[in-house]
């Protein structure tokens, strides 16, 4: 840490003493700069405000200093959000720094205007004298102006600073002297002080030069009384901070504005949002159209962030003409997130024809480069009152029905449905505490039990894991699954299942010896691609003492027809080791026959929507049915490959009748038996 530091404080006062005049040598300023730049490096460092009062503190109050400062940061700190909040904080700590000491000096110099001009009241030619040499020879400008608010007198500093000779401004009055950017309480507490209630009043302020320049100044103003105490003049010392304000404004504007599309960013976004909420009126509406770009990481990753970064600052300019010329504050967001707020809207009319002017402009092709490009957007529009509304809440509900609108196919808006987000909200809880939940042993095993056509006799256990949730009770598959798949939680969580069902199963085989009973699991297809897999189930069966051939893997058709490469070696390996392989929810993918030959699958699950129409009457009076005819064709396919087939979802004895006549091997579903627990099985082990 103390070497990088000298090495950042070396190229620190490298870069100042290169743009700017130092009041030092290098060496010397080289080693004031080792303490800040050691602060600046440790991450656990609160504050850097105090950085920037050291520069001040050595005179080093040029312009240049900051900009030459910040460059160094730029090329020896880490980017990301704590550079972006050192900038700021080393540019608050010398801004107040230069401002106290600039009125540090104004006040000391205006008490000895004051003090000059009093004396010169009492005794006339030695005061003068003093208050003369003061007045003429000071570097900031002075003033001073009768009780009616009129100049009697200003400096040459002052008359310079203003582009005036100095017999032009005697007789001006201050109140005529405004400026746009003047607040309303500047004038009224320069009234106050005219009427005797205020002493002094001190605030930044713009001037027109007599050319229609702007001059920004720190303005101290000062009352003098008489001997009755009733007020004479007006002192004003007037410093000219014009640099110093346009830096600020840039680095207000940097700290407001994004640096690749040049729009508002996150922070002033909210900012005005919050304000138009906060001063909203009665019957005042609001809107916004929350907008992500549909497979921007693929550009991203196929053509590379230098395209990435060019597409989104074209994207940004189409959008903030579509926004301003409807009087509209377009605003990214971060990454390829845009929004644009609608301040007065009227109604959600105006909110969805905005939303389909923006994805028309996005519509058309972009050239990056010699690369032809079309974008598409999803975009989540939310239009409510105004008064009363939340800022945060605003963006979280744009945000959830930008998803929606996402998920709904891409390329198109999506208008705020409470129900809908109420349950993408409830949806995205439960998302996030799938890994707490799996650390806390919150998931457990029910077994539904599969038996042989026609005797009934029990073959195999199908483990059905249920999530025991502390607020919302048990949970079954289909709530959890599909969540535990999108943020990957859905490898360890099947790790978990395939060791809880091999050990159950393990002590089944302990108390029935006789018994030839599997355990099937089911296996998700990001399981598949795990390294680790067969190793995984190796030391699975080795410590809980299961026989391989009593274990079944189950894959989706979809799953296992996508699986090649070293997916397909690892299920070979598995069977290679006698662990038995099923297909589940077979018909419903697109099977390459040819492909479903050369897996190493022993049985094939035919779903329950094939199931349902078994054992009823056809409309044309057929008793086999649509249904029947597509699993009599499976069971024969798969008998014609030497698989085994097992049949979902039975609920009726009419189904199993049927099933048993086609020659189905199995079955499983209600009708047969419920899912159960582990210690509610000996029952059908005994049977």
């Not at 400062?69 to 909040?85: K, M, N, S, Y």
């Not at 009129?150 to 582009?163: C, K, P, T």
């Not at 030069?209 to 303005?219: C, E, F, N, P, Q």
């Not at 004479?232 to 504005?257: C, G, K, P, S």
């Amino acid at each position: 840490m103390e070497e990088r530091g000298a090495e950042l404080a070396r190229a620190w006062a490298a870069a100042i003493a290169e743009r700017v005049f130092v009041p030092m040598g290098v060496h010397e300023l080289e080693r004031l700069l080792r303490g800040p730049a050691g602060r600046l490096l440790d991450p656990a460092e609160p504050d850097a405000r105090g950085v920037g009062e050291v520069l001040v503190k050595a005179h080093l109050t040029d312009p240049g200093v900051l900009e030459a400062t910040f460059a160094v940061f730029d090329t020896h700190l880490p980017a990301g959000p704590r550079l972006t909040a050192l900038r700021g904080e080393v540019a608050s700590g010398y801004a107040r720094a230069l401002r106290e000491t600039t009125l540090a000096e104004q006040e000391r110099l205006a008490q000895a205007i004051i003090s000059a001009q009093a004396q010169t009241e009492r005794a006339a030619r030695q005061s003068e004298a003093r208050f003369r040499a003061i007045f003429a020879k000071a570097a900031v400008g002075i003033g001073i102006s009768d009780e009616h608010g009129r100049i009697v007198q200003v400096n040459q500093a002052l008359a310079d600073m203003l582009g005036y000779r100095q017999d032009e401004m005697y007789g001006m009055r201050v109140p005529d002297m405004t400026h746009p950017s003047d607040p309303p309480e500047m004038w009224r507490l320069y009234e106050k002080m005219a009427r005797g209630e205020l002493d002094h009043v001190r605030m930044e302020k713009a001037y027109y030069r007599k050319d229609g320049a702007v001059v920004w100044t720190d303005l101290t103003v000062s009352q003098v009384r008489d001997e009755q105490g009733r007020p004479q003049f007006n002192v004003a010392m007037i410093d000219d901070v014009t640099d110093r304000h346009h830096l600020q404004e840039r680095l207000r504007h940097q700290a407001t504005h994004d640096p690749l599309t040049r729009l508002p960013n996150r922070t002033l976004f909210t900012d005005r949002l919050a304000e138009v909420i906060a001063t909203a009126a009665a019957g005042d509406r609001i809107g916004v159209c929350y907008l992500d770009l549909d497979g921007f990481k693929r550009i991203n990753d196929t053509l590379g962030h230098d395209i990435g970064d060019r597409l989104l600052t074209m994207v940004a300019e189409r959008l903030g003409e579509c926004a301003t010329e409807r009087g509209h504050l377009a605003a990214r967001m971060g990454g390829d997130e845009f929004v644009i707020l609608v301040e007065h809207s009227t109604g959600p009319e105006q909110l969805t024809e905005l939303a389909e002017a923006a994805l028309a402009t996005l519509d058309k092709p972009v050239a990056v480069g010699r690369h032809r490009l079309r974008v598409t957007a999803s975009i989540g529009v939310v239009e409510r009152p105004a008064a009363g509304a939340d800022p945060a809440e605003i963006l979280k509900a744009a945000d959830v029905t930008l998803y929606r609108a996402k998920a709904a196919g891409r390329g198109r808006w999506a208008l705020y449905d409470p129900y809908a987000v109420a349950a993408e909200v409830a949806r995205y809880e439960l998302s996030a505490a799938l890994p707490d939940a799996l650390d806390r042993g919150e998931f457990s095993l029910v077994y539904q039990p599969i038996v042989a056509l026609p005797d009934g006799k029990l073959q195999g256990l199908e483990a059905l894991v249920r999530w025991n949730h502390p607020r919302l009770g048990t949970l079954t598959p289909d709530r959890f699954i599909g969540l535990a798949e999108e943020t990957g939680v859905i490898v360890p969580l099947g790790r978990e299942v395939l060791w809880q069902a091999c050990r159950e199963a393990a002590s089944w085989h302990e108390r029935f010896p006789g018994s030839d009973v599997f355990v099937s699991v089911n296996l998700a297809a990001a399981q598949t691609h795990e390294v680790s897999l067969v190793g995984d189930v190796r030391q699975v069966l080795a410590e809980t003492g299961l026989p391989a051939a009593r274990l079944q893997l189950e894959l989706t058709e979809s799953a296992l027809m996508t699986t090649s490469g070293t997916p397909l070696q690892a299920l070979h390996s598995l069977a290679d080791h006698g662990v038995r392989v099923a297909i589940d929810d077979f018909g419903t993918g697109y099977s390459s026959l040819a492909y479903l030959r050369s897996l190493p699958v022993h049985t094939l699950k035919l779903p329950r929507q094939f199931i349902e129409g078994l054992g009823t009457r056809a409309s044309d009076g057929d008793t086999r049915g649509v249904d029947e005819r597509i699993v009599d064709a499976l069971i024969r396919l798969a008998h014609a490959i030497d698989l085994a087939v097992t049949a979902e979802g039975v609920e009726n004895q009419a189904q199993a009748d049927r099933l048993a006549a086609l020659g189905c091997d199995s079955a499983q579903g209600w009708h047969i038996a419920k899912p159960c627990c582990p210690d509610e099985l000996d029952e059908h082990f005994a049977r």
